[in-house]
C-alpha cells in the first residue's frame, strides 16, 4: 500500500522519483525501490515523506483517507497568488479555470 501511494503522490507533484529521491538526499535507486515494493523506508524516511507531501503519516500507510485539500507546493504557490488579487482578476481567473475544466471534459469524452 505505501508503495501505491507514494508513487500517487509523486506523480500528482509532477515530479520524477530522482526529483524526490534529491529533496530525501537519498539515491534514486532507493527511492524507486520503495515504490516497487522491493524496500523497506526508514521511519526517517516515512516522516521526510509526510512533511514533504504534507500528508500524514497515517495516510501513507493506508489508515486514514487523504484529506481532500491537500495540497503540494505548486498548488499553495497558486493558492497565494489568486489571495493577492483584485476582485476582478480573481473573476477572469475563475472564468479561465471553468473555460478549461469544460475543455477537459470535452477532451475526455470523445
Known amino acids: 500500500m505505501l508503495h501505491t501511494i507514494i508513487r500517487e503522490l509523486r506523480e500528482r507533484a509532477e515530479l520524477t522519483q530522482g526529483e524526490v529521491a534529491e529533496r530525501l538526499k537519498i539515491s534514486r535507486t532507493a527511492y524507486a525501490m520503495y515504490e516497487t515494493?522491493?524496500?523497506?523506508?526508514?521511519?526517517?524516511?516515512?516522516?521526510?515523506?509526510?512533511?514533504?507531501?504534507?500528508?500524514?503519516?497515517?495516510?501513507?500507510?493506508?489508515?486514514?483517507?487523504?484529506?481532500?485539500?491537500?495540497?503540494?507546493?505548486k498548488e499553495k504557490a497558486i493558492i497565494t497568488q489568486y489571495r493577492g488579487l483584485d476582485e476582478r482578476a480573481k473573476e477572469n481567473v475563475r472564468a479561465m479555470m471553468a473555460f478549461e475544466h469544460s475543455r477537459k471534459e470535452s477532451k475526455d469524452k470523445t
Open 37 to 73: 515494493n522491493k524496500r523497506q523506508m526508514s521511519q526517517q524516511t516515512l516522516c521526510l515523506l509526510a512533511d514533504f507531501y504534507h500528508v500524514t503519516v497515517d495516510y501513507l500507510l493506508g489508515r486514514k483517507e487523504q484529506d481532500a485539500f491537500a495540497l503540494i507546493d
